[in-house]
């Protein structure tokens, strides 16, 4: 069966270290999407792709970056880890652009990152 | 500025009983409204997607309504169970690329 996955599902890490998170999918989505949960703000929209080598800029994505290299894999690196990047990441995908569609998007089961 | 507002922030109903979620959204122009099922440690899970033209939605003991003119939807919930306890996460789409949560509903069922 497709599927989504991260990994690690959970990483410990210090501040000022790089820190990269995978996201693999097996849907042939051309949509991938990286997101940040937070208590008490909800899911926040960090960066997301449309296809192979286009990235965009979420909501939240000062200090995160991505790369496309190929349709399945949307790696998210957190150049130099702070405290406040302390969350939960969840990885999603979809197949339409949402201008206009009902597409629905598959999340992953997240990965729990935390800055000492 | 665009929000969604989701009421009320937690939730405890007997198992059997009915409930009902309520989103408000402020989001302009305004594409579709998803509801997501998010159990503890998971990944959200979509319920319902609807656009402007739908006002109802169902999927099983889900049914989601949506008036697009007063900004609001409502995810109602039949015959819980147990295993619907989650936290219930609205979400508005905007164009491309703009997704606002709701920062989600916890439901707790007890027997």
């Known amino acids: 069966d497709a599927e989504i996955t991260q990994s690690p599902r959970h990483k410990i890490t210090e501040t000022g270290r790089q820190v990269t998170l995978a996201c693999h999918q097996t849907?042939?989505?051309?949509?991938m999407f990286w997101y940040r949960q937070d208590l008490g703000h909800g899911l926040r929209l960090i960066h997301y792709s449309y296809g192979v080598q286009d990235t965009n800029k979420g909501e939240v994505s000062d200090g995160y970056s991505v790369s496309r290299s190929n349709t399945e894999d949307l790696p998210l690196t957190l150049e130099s880890a702070a405290s406040s990047q302390t969350s939960v990441y969840f990885c999603?995908?979809?197949?339409?652009?949402?201008?206009?569609?009902?597409?629905?998007?598959?999340f992953g089961p997240g990965t729990r990152l935390t800055v000492l | 500025k665009n929000q969604v507002e989701q009421s009320p922030q937690s939730l405890i109903i007997l198992e059997g009983k009915n409930c009902t979620l309520q989103c408000n959204y402020t989001v302009s122009p305004f594409s579709n409204l998803r509801w997501y099922k998010q159990d503890t440690g998971r990944g959200p899970v979509s319920l319902t997607i609807m656009t402007f033209s739908e006002n109802t939605k169902s999927n099983g003991r889900y049914t989601a309504t949506l008036d697009a003119d007063t900004k609001q939807s409502s995810l109602h919930i039949t015959a819980s169970q147990l295993s619907d306890s989650a936290s219930y996460i609205c979400?508005?789409?905007?164009?491309?690329?703009?997704?606002?949560f709701g920062t989600g509903t916890s439901l707790t069922v007890i027997p």
């Open positions: 999603a995908s979809s197949e339409l652009e949402d201008l206009i569609s009902t597409d629905t998007q598959y």
């Open positions: 979400v508005v789409s905007a164009f491309v690329g703009q997704f606002y």
């Open positions: 849907w042939n989505h051309n949509n």
